[in-house]
Structure formats: structure tokens, C-alpha cells
């Protein structure tokens, strides 16, 4: 990783010691004072603090990013500070923080904006003078008061044509609040970003209580920007470098099966999990409802489409019971579920079936593929659904021609797969989602 280019840090040592394990391990480096950064503040920019060697700030002499000279007395030579290099855990982001900062990190599978799985990066960095530096690469919307003026006062051209910035907006009713971001069009500052070509959202800001409630001035806001919270801030944003790889998993994170990569979805409640291929997406229905004996229960209803928009397979669990129809069917494979008892089992509809001449699917069962599965298993207190739609073989694969190719597909294998991976948690309809 390159060294930080810090104002705050101009004519002394960065020392790059440790190393931080969260997710991912960064090795410690040593580097040398950088050359200061290419600024653009505005005329009105305030200038940037000089810490002392006490970790006290003290007014800087002018307002350029020029290392103290001898000939100014009250100038003192900024205190060495260790950084660390950190890394999210699936590599998408470097950066380098202060070691005395706290880092904490929740991460995880989560929904993306399409419907599909993927790995979001939740992570906030906290200094101890207060405030906190908040990283997501997820995807969320924006809400705020209307903004009629908007006015850069710091920025520093970072990786992937990115840039740190620290800017004021005035809003209806003169408040002025500000923002300390990275941005991806100085013209027009926005506190979320795409890296490259990528659709991912990012969002890395700093947030301070000072700011919270915005400023009655622009003096104020400016003389905000100009402290050393927002500097240090700005310093460590621009040390980010993004690889852009939108789909990139931490090491051990989902399931790799002949070629496809699964990862773990559960209801809403907690009743069962499976395993779901990364690139399917996920349209979860799922909602209250009431039970024969007046109780409210959640009723799951997750179905999962493949990307070209049919649904393939879909998950329920409520009280009902099976309706089993005496159709004409060939057995393909039977494999086992998580749960004793259950199993995936793979299908095709004879020519004598109405309307389903020849459709194809996977079901869960718990006959063994003694007879044709019924779609539901029970225990004592619910029932399971967890099948595909009977469909032509065309819509699940158009290089598939008959239900022969059905069996022995790699779209077969991924239903399989999918549906032998349900593990079950608990029988309760009356947990409701937390």
C-alpha cells in the first residue's frame, strides 16, 4: 500500500507498525514522510491545525499544506503517529488508519439492490477524539433538506478517480451543514460513490458531533473543515485503494460446487436455511398471518429466480396440508437434505400430464422417490414447501432440447444443491422476524 499523504503528518515519520486482524491481515510497513498532497481549497479555506508534539493542536501559521521553517517560532514539528494498514475482508479496500483508532467490523452476506446475495462491507473507524469514519459498499438511499448552494473547501485526488473531500451545503432556512466524503464528481459532491465501471454502491464518510446539527455560518462550517478531526479525516480517506470487484467473497465465505458458488440464505424468522448459487436472485414474500387456532405466525415465502427471470424453485413453510395428484412422472435423482428423513429429488412429467407434458423440476421429499413427490413435508407443527415450478426444460436451460437433458444438467445439479442443503432451525410459526 502507498504511504499516506497527510498534512497533519508534513516533515515527520509515518511509521507503518502492526498489524490489524479483522477479517483480513495487513503486514506492517515502514515509510517515510510523503510529499504533501496536491490540495484545491477554496480562497475561504481555513487554514489546517499543526498538532504539537503533546497531540494537542495548535493554530497553523498559514494556510498551505508548506512544512514549519525554522524562521516561524510558533510553528512546532509534528509528533511521529503509527498507521496501520487495514484490509476488508474481501480485499476490496485497503486503507491505512491511526492505530489508536478503533475499528469494528460487521460485514456480511446481505441482499443486493438486484435480488441477489452478495458480501457487504459494514465498517466504522473511531478516533479517540470522537466521531467515527463509516464505510459500506452496500446499497441505500439518500434523504435530506433541499440544498441551494454547494462549496468545495478541501479535496485530494485519490485512487480510481476518486477524491477526499470536505464540503459545505446551504439549505432552505441558511443552515449550513457539512460533509466529509468521498466523492466521485467534485462538481457536484455526493457522499456515495461507484469504483470504476462497477454498480456497487460505496459510501466513506466522516461524522463527527460538532457537525451533527449543521452551522449558522459558513465561517463556522469553514472553520469546522480547517480542524484537525476533519484533516486527519481527510488524510486517511485518501489513502483508499478500491480494486472495484463487486462480487469478490472473503476467503471461506459461501460454497463452491462444481463450478457454481452458493451462499447461505435463512427465513426471516429463522426457520430453515439453504444454500442459494450467488448469481440467482432472491424475492422474499414472506408475511404475517394467522394460525387455525387465532395465533399470529409468519408465513416464509421465498422464491428464487434464475437471471433470466424465471422462477425456479420456491421455500414455504405455514400450516397446510398435501394435495397429491396422480401424475404420470420419472424419477431422476434422490439425494439427501440436511434433515433426516428429507430428501431432493429430481423429476420429469410423462406426456399424459395436462398441461404439463414433459415440464421438469426438483422437490423435496420425504418418500425417498417412492412416489411422486407431493411438494410438502410435515412435522408435528409445520409443514415445508421447498420445489420447483414444473417447467419446460427451454426455460431453465435454452441449450437443454428435451426432459432427457434435464437429467445430469448443470441447472439440475444447482436445484439439487439447493434444495438438499435446507437445513431446518426450529418448528415455531409463532416466532416472528426479529
Not at 466521531?131 to 473547501?153: R, V
Not at 485512487?159 to 473531500?165: E, H, I, K, S, T
Not at 464528481?185 to 457522499?191: N, R
Not at 446539527?213 to 480517506?237: K, Q
Amino acid at each position: 500500500m502507498r504511504p499516506i499523504q497527510s498534512r497533519l503528518l508534513a516533515a515527520t515519520a509515518v511509521v507503518v507498525v502492526a498489524t490489524i486482524t479483522l477479517g483480513a491481515c495487513a503486514q506492517a510497513e515502514e515509510a517515510s514522510a510523503p510529499l504533501l498532497p496536491e490540495t484545491a481549497p477554496s480562497e475561504t479555506a481555513s487554514p489546517a491545525p499543526t498538532p504539537s508534539p503533546t497531540g494537542e493542536s495548535e493554530p497553523a501559521t498559514t494556510g498551505t499544506a508548506t512544512p514549519p521553517q525554522s524562521a516561524q517560532p510558533a510553528a512546532v514539528e509534528a509528533a511521529p503517529v503509527e498507521m496501520v494498514d487495514f484490509e476488508t475482508q474481501n480485499g476490496t479496500l485497503q486503507l491505512q488508519v491511526p492505530s489508536n483508532w478503533t475499528i469494528e467490523d460487521t460485514s456480511t452476506i446481505a441482499m443486493q439492490g438486484s435480488g441477489r446475495q452478495g458480501w457487504n462491507n459494514e465498517v466504522v473507524f473511531s478516533p479517540p477524539t470522537g466521531g467515527s469514519l463509516q464505510y459500506s459498499d452496500g446499497y441505500w438511499g439518500d434523504t435530506g433538506p433541499a440544498t441551494i448552494e454547494t462549496q468545495i473547501i478541501e479535496r485530494i485526488a485519490i485512487d480510481r478517480g476518486l477524491f477526499a473531500a470536505a464540503w459545505w451545503d446551504r439549505h432552505e432556512g441558511g443552515r449550513y451543514s457539512v460533509s466529509v466524503s468521498i466523492v466521485g464528481d467534485v462538481s457536484e459532491p455526493f457522499h456515495m460513490f461507484h469504483v470504476g465501471e462497477g454498480k456497487r454502491l460505496h459510501g466513506m464518510g466522516f461524522f463527527h458531533p460538532d457537525a451533527q446539527n449543521g452551522f449558522d455560518s459558513r465561517e463556522a462550517a469553514e472553520a469546522y473543515i480547517g480542524g484537525p478531526e476533519v484533516a486527519l479525516a481527510l488524510d486517511v480517506m485518501a489513502s483508499a485503494a478500491f480494486t472495484g470487484e463487486d462480487d469478490a467473497l472473503p476467503a471461506g465465505v459461501g460454497v463452491e460446487h462444481e463450478g457454481t458458488t452458493y451462499l447461505p440464505y435463512t427465513t426471516q424468522n429463522g426457520t430453515a436455511s439453504f444454500l442459494v448459487p450467488q448469481h440467482w436472485s432472491i424475492g422474499d414474500h414472506s408475511r404475517p398471518g394467522t394460525n387455525r387456532a387465532g395465533q399470529d405466525v409468519w408465513d416464509n415465502s421465498v422464491a428464487l429466480y434464475l437471471p433470466n427471470g424465471n422462477m425456479v424453485l420456491h421455500y414455504g413453510d405455514m400450516w397446510f396440508t398435501n394435495l397429491i395428484e396422480e401424475w404420470e412422472w420419472t424419477l431422476g435423482e434422490v439425494r439427501p437434505t440436511q434433515t433426516d428423513g428429507w430428501q431432493a429429488v429430481s423429476w420429469t412429467l410423462g406426456d399424459s400430464v395436462p398441461n404439463h407434458a414433459g415440464y421438469v423440476g426438483v422437490s423435496l421429499s420425504d418418500q425417498g422417490g417412492a412416489v411422486r413427490p407431493a411438494d410438502n413435508v410435515c412435522s408435528e407443527n409445520l409443514c415445508r414447501s421447498f420445489s420447483g415450478v414444473p417447467l419446460d426444460v427451454r426455460w431453465l436451460d435454452d441449450g437443454l432440447d428435451s426432459p432427457d437433458d434435464f437429467f445430469g444438467s448443470a441447472i439440475e445439479e444447482q436445484m439439487l444443491t439447493a434444495v438438499a442443503s435446507l437445513e431446518t432451525h426450529h418448528d415455531d410459526a409463532t416466532r416472528l422476524p426479529q
